[in-house]
């Protein structure tokens, strides 16, 4: 009588990890060391928050990892759905949604409660990297028009509850594909040139438009008042400037070497506000040093990097362009985390992935680094077969 025997845990599990990218897999184990390394440094004497953020990140690998086993051929069947569903939630935020702070972002389903704008960072460029896949081959200018709409839909409402952050990073998300798929530069330039002129009449007009009781118009009072502390936080430094300075002191107190693992004073005598969250790295930044954030922006630009270069091997126009959508809106959150932090972008609530506390932050993240490995996976499978 023959006996079978039965392979170790380790084999069986095998076909999960199989020709996932490993590039990127290694980038992301040293930002995934660094972001729990440096959770436990700042947030040790704050309650849950590194057993809860450890939790996120077994929940967010395990996301990771089942996302990554889906065809990527097949995540273009996903997108209108994705899209269509978020948009629903998004109205009914509008409609019924939970308002804290002055802010309706929050969706109650009985069970749970939601923020559907997260789901719109992924399912806008999925959709707009369907639309192009659609229209590949015979792009007129009408269909950038289309795109454009279907882009401005999400944002309008989500800047609507007001989540200026949020609607920033999904209108960058989209614009990555829309540039990729062929957005002639004749059409940029005038756009950033706009922007720039802007940026600069607003540095030279902030004496006078900054005063109280001047109404912008286009932007809200707390809005108005982020801008405004931005330009010049020394105006209330232990008020609305508040953030800015300490995140500054923090980040200029460390040095080249940093105070030291758990030593961080401005950290831990509760200086830094949201220093687990939104002000994460300006703690990090307080007891690593200078040593410490190249190593974390070394780790981020390698995931950046390896993103790209799967984006560019990738078989399909789709692919290709959820992919490169996907790896910039990395570089948004970090480019936009730190801006803000070092006082050169407005304070929006813009988490530091791998290193920021939360979990609908996490989940998503997971969500993303799935969708980019499978879409490594078929690109190595691809080229195997030929």
Not at 28 to 53: E, K, N, Q
Not at 65 to 92: D, E, M, R, T
Not at 191 to 213: H, K, R
Not at 310 to 323: M, N, Q, S
């Amino acid at each position: 009588m023959s006996v079978i025997a039965r392979p170790p845990l380790w084999r069986r599990l095998r076909p999960l990890w199989q020709h996932l990218d490993v590039p990127l897999l290694l980038a992301i184990a040293w930002l995934t060391a660094w972001g729990l390394l440096a959770m436990y440094s700042v947030g040790f004497d704050h309650g849950t928050r590194f057993v809860d953020h450890a939790r996120n990140f077994v929940l967010g690998a395990g996301v990771m990892l089942v996302v990554a086993q889906f065809p990527s051929s097949k995540l273009a069947k996903l997108a209108l759905p994705l899209y269509s569903i978020g948009l629903v939630l998004l109205l009914a935020t509008a409609l019924f949604g939970l308002t804290k702070k002055g802010a309706t972002r929050w969706l109650n389903l009985g069970v749970i409660v939601i923020q559907p704008s997260e789901l719109l960072k992924i399912a806008t460029p999925l959709m707009l990297a369907w639309w192009f896949q659609l229209r590949e081959g015979q792009l007129k200018l009408l269909d950038f028009v289309a795109a454009f709409v279907l882009l401005a839909i999400p944002v309008g409402l989500v800047a609507k509850q007001p989540d200026l952050g949020t609607a920033l990073l999904i209108l960058f998300a989209g614009l990555y594909v829309i540039y990729f798929a062929g957005l002639s530069w004749k059409l940029i330039v005038p756009v950033v040139s706009a922007v720039a002129i802007g940026i600069g009449a607003l540095v030279w007009a902030e004496p006078t438009i900054c005063q109280d009781g001047v109404d912008w118009k286009v932007l809200r009072e707390y809005q108005k008042t982020r801008v405004c502390t931005l330009l010049d936080p020394h105006k209330d430094p232990l008020g609305k400037g508040f953030h800015i300075l300490q995140g500054e002191i923090a980040i200029g107190s460390g040095g080249v070497t940093g105070k030291g693992f758990m030593r961080g004073t401005q950290t831990h005598l509760e200086f830094i506000p949201e220093r687990t969250t939104d002000f994460v790295f300006a703690a990090f930044a307080e007891e690593f040093g200078l040593l410490g954030a190249l190593a974390l922006l070394v780790g981020f630009s390698a995931l950046i990097l390896r993103g790209l270069s799967i984006a560019g091997a990738a078989p399909t126009l789709f692919e290709r362009l959820l992919a490169g959508a996907i790896t910039l809106s990395f570089f948004s959150y970090v480019f936009v985390n730190l801006g803000m932090v070092i006082g050169l972008l407005p304070v929006v609530g813009v988490p530091l992935p791998f290193v920021s506390y939360g979990g609908t932050a996490m989940v998503m993240l997971g969500l993303s680094l799935g969708l980019l490995l499978a879409i490594g996976r078929s690109g190595r499978q691809g080229r195997h077969r030929t």
